[in-house]
């Protein structure tokens, strides 16, 4: 409507100054034009009487002119104006613009323009955050475009998983930096860097291939402090307080004193020790016998689509909630057929386990990679839901292929 509105007054401007002289009749009257010629009829005649009494012309050749002045006079005398009925044809030119002009003008924006274009406009107007982002995301889909055509671009593989992350599209970012990881192989910032995205895109969780990366950064700079951070933070998901605190503890030392960074860390380290000192206070005399019996096997028509060395995770998920693993064991596709019990001893977090839960859900996966981030190619094979005190033993048959 907006776009119409301001279409309809920019016509309406042009037409009031087109039209109005156009229409305007502007006749001259047949009065005016009579008293004119005969104004020039009497300059003539004065000149012809001038020239006459100078002796330039002969009595004979001054009648003959005076003759042709009043032959001329009459017949101008006898014209009717032309100008009123002339303009009054010369009309048809207004009726031609006023249905000409819209309907050229349309039909042209028709053809070329984008009437939603305005409004977008002033969208992005009203919000420069979202020009920014779309900004950015164009910049991104240029930068996805650039890199089918130089997949050996290690640099340019960096730059576009961290602009991913920068979205948040951490399973772009993840899958960048693979790439990366591949051209540059064990470069600790590439490493740190493909962990932390392929955590966040499996809701924050470092368990399986995060992990390996991230304990192999710290081996080889062992004082990095973005690898002491995850490698803290990898602890903590499997309940290792004490190795959370010794990492965290070190980390401390190197962060500058007093700075924003080295209170947030102390804040998380007090509440590490908080932790630790009420599971210790509540901890039950007696281990939790909670476990689930599983027995995993690999569909035949899927045989071929596996390699021994492949990964197969085996865990429990909760109903609901976040998808981190309540139990996890990590074989290989070499050790199928085969039987495992997941319990309490397995979890990544100690308020995330199995005995907090009455019914979970069983997955087993193949993954090529090696990594804990579900992918499309991978195999698996699922329980919907199992109740804790079913002690049967639950199978699970891989029979599916990850899309």
Request: proline share 4%.
């Amino acid at each position: 409507m907006l776009f119409l509105l301001i279409v309809s007054v920019l016509i309406l401007s042009a037409f009031l100054l087109i039209l109005p002289p156009l229409w305007r009749k502007q006749a001259i009257q047949a009065a005016d034009l009579d008293q004119r010629n005969i104004l020039i009829a009497q300059h003539r005649l004065a000149e012809l009487k001038e020239n006459r009494r100078s002796g330039g012309l002969s009595q004979t050749q001054y009648e003959e002119q005076l003759a042709d002045l009043e032959q001329a006079l009459s017949d101008d005398l006898d014209i009717k104006s032309q100008a009123t009925p002339a303009q009054s044809r010369g009309r048809w030119i207004v009726y031609v613009l006023v249905l000409g002009i819209p309907l050229l003008a349309a039909s042209l924006y028709l053809s070329l323009g984008n009437y939603q274009a305005i409004s977008h406009s002033a969208e992005m107007a009203a919000n420069p955050d979202a020009l920014k982002l779309a900004e950015i995301n164009k910049m991104v889909a240029g930068l996805a475009e650039k890199m089918k055509n130089n997949p050996d671009d290690a640099q340019g593989w960096l730059m576009l998983g961290r602009s991913y992350k920068v979205l948040e599209q951490y399973s772009k970012a993840a899958d960048a930096f693979a790439h990366a990881y591949r051209l540059l192989g064990n470069q600790v910032e590439v490493m740190l860097l493909y962990a932390d995205a392929m955590a966040y895109a499996s809701d924050k969780n470092l368990a399986g291939k995060p992990s390996e990366l991230i304990f192999k950064a710290l081996a080889l700079e062992p004082d990095n402090m973005n690898a002491l951070w995850l490698a803290g933070m990898a602890k903590a998901q499997q309940g290792d307080i004490a190795s959370t605190r010794k990492l965290w503890k070190k980390l401390d030392a190197l962060l500058p004193p007093g700075s924003k960074a080295q209170q947030e860390l102390q804040g998380l380290l007090a509440k590490v020790d908080s932790e630790a000192t009420q599971s210790e206070a509540t901890q039950p005399t007696m281990v939790s016998d909670t476990a689930i019996d599983v027995q995993v096997s690999l569909a035949p028509e899927l045989q071929k689509s596996a390699s021994p060395g492949d990964t197969v995770f085996i865990y429990a998920q909760a109903l609901s909630g976040p998808k981190m693993p309540l139990a996890i064991v990590r074989k290989q596709v070499s050790d199928l057929p085969l039987t495992v019990s997941l319990n309490d001893a397995m979890a990544m977090m100690p308020n995330m386990k199995l005995s907090n839960f009455a019914t979970v859900k069983l997955l087993a996966r193949i993954s090529r990679s090696g990594n804990a981030i579900s992918q499309p190619g991978d195999l698996i094979g699922v329980i919907d839901q199992v109740a804790l005190d079913d002690k049967g033993n639950h199978k699970i048959i891989i029979n599916e292929q990850v899309k």
